[in-house]
């Protein structure tokens, strides 16, 4: 992929650039990585949430899985990452980059079928 070399490079504001090129050249262009949003996922939030089928640590039965939130439909992608810049309350800061946010966006939202 011709911008490869670039990935650590991008921000945020590329984030609208590599759109327009997955429409042009397929999924592989994203910025948002969901396998990396899973591995982040799995660090910072899965000792409270169910995050992946494969976790081994006990999530709160009292808190939405991520599966909750990709079935619902007002978690959209984008709420989430707004909602994820300003760590709520209970959560530890953990000073998520947006890249980071972003990759756990696009994760939750491949749980939903
Ligand atoms: C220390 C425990 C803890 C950790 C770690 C944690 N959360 Fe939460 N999360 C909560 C609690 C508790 C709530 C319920 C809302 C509240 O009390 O603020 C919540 C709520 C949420 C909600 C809103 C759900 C809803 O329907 O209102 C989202 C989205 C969310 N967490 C995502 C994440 C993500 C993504 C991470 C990892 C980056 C994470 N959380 C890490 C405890 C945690």
Not at 54 to 70: E, H, M
Request: proline share 5%.
């Amino acid at each position: 992929m011709e911008f490869g070399s670039n990935a650590r490079r991008r921000t945020a504001g590329a984030l609208a650039w590599a759109m327009v090129l997955c429409a042009v050249s397929g999924p592989a262009a994203f910025a948002a990585d969901a396998q990396n949003g899973k591995k982040i996922a799995l660090q910072w939030c899965s000792s409270c949430h169910l995050v992946s089928e494969d976790q081994d640590t006990a999530a709160s039965v009292s808190l939405p899985s991520f599966f909750d939130l990709s079935k619902d439909e007002s978690w959209t992608e984008d709420n989430l990452k707004t909602f994820l810049a300003d760590p709520h309350p209970k959560m530890p800061n953990m000073n998520l980059a947006n890249r980071e946010i972003a990759d756990i966006a696009r994760y939750i939202d491949t749980l939903t079928p």
